[in-house]
């Protein structure tokens, strides 16, 4: 099975700013990445897929890049929404999930 | 619009089954396929199974291989997720997203509202 880990598990950034996320995988995953966007009560999102495709509708603060094991997803100039717990999947080899990055205030 | 209406909460008791629906609506159902994935309090979000709604082929985790069954009513577009013999571990909340139907590796791009299982005596 393939590992996901995710780092910092928890990022306090201020409105405005940039936040930058990182996913690693325990082997390569090609570009077969993908991340959603999850807040309390609520189903994931999606936002990239296929490493750095943004999905429909999801606002161009938000950027994926990297292949094989190291993945990133910035989120340029944070907005209050932007405040949630961030999951990459990959879906290379089955599913598995990381581990989440919450970003707070 | 996309839509995935799952069926609501369930308490149940260790040992036994319960059995969640995921009814889709706005898009053609039999183009797409759709995977399963829970949520245990406090933990990562957990790969299920799959199942395609144009041919019914499924695939389903290791660790839940015998437990989960997948099927499907394309007359209802409505989905089912089947798991047996329950334990306290698999208290979480399960979601059903809607996926490609060539592969079960694949990403999910629209997801029901979850359903709460809770197994407890």
């Known amino acids: 099975e393939i590992v996901m880990t995710q780092s910092p598990a928890t990022l306090s950034v201020s409105p405005g700013e940039r936040a930058t996320l990182s996913c690693r995988a325990s082997?390569?995953?090609?570009?077969?990445l993908a991340w959603f966007q999850q807040t309390p009560g609520q189903s994931p999102r999606l936002l990239i897929y296929g490493a750095s495709i943004r999905a429909a509708g999801i606002s161009a603060r938000f950027s994926g890049s990297g292949s094989g094991t190291e993945f990133t997803l910035t989120i340029s100039s944070l907005q209050s929404e932007d405040f949630a717990v961030y999951y990459c999947?990959?879906?290379?080899?089955?599913?598995?999930f990381g581990g989440g990055t919450k970003v707070e205030i | 619009q996309v839509h995935l209406a799952q069926s609501g909460a369930e308490l149940k008791k260790p040992g036994a089954s319960v059995k969640v629906a995921c009814k889709a609506s706005?898009?053609?159902?039999?183009?797409?396929?759709i995977t399963w994935v829970r949520q245990a309090p406090g933990q990562r979000l957990e790969w299920m199974g799959w199942i395609s709604a144009e041919n019914g082929d499924t695939n389903y985790a290791q660790g839940f291989q015998g437990r989960v069954t997948l099927t499907m009513d394309t007359s209802t577009t409505t989905t089912y997720m089947e798991l047996r013999s329950l334990r306290s571990d698999d208290t979480a909340v399960y979601y059903c997203?809607?996926?490609?139907?060539?592969?079960?590796?694949?990403?999910?791009?629209?997801w029901g509202q979850g359903t709460l299982v809770t197994v407890s005596s």
């Open positions: 706005g898009y053609n159902f039999q183009f797409f396929g």
């Open positions: 999947q990959q879906y290379n080899d089955w599913v598995t």
């Open positions: 997203a809607r996926s490609f139907s060539g592969s079960a590796k694949y990403y999910g791009d629209f």
């Open positions: 082997q390569s995953v090609n570009r077969n």
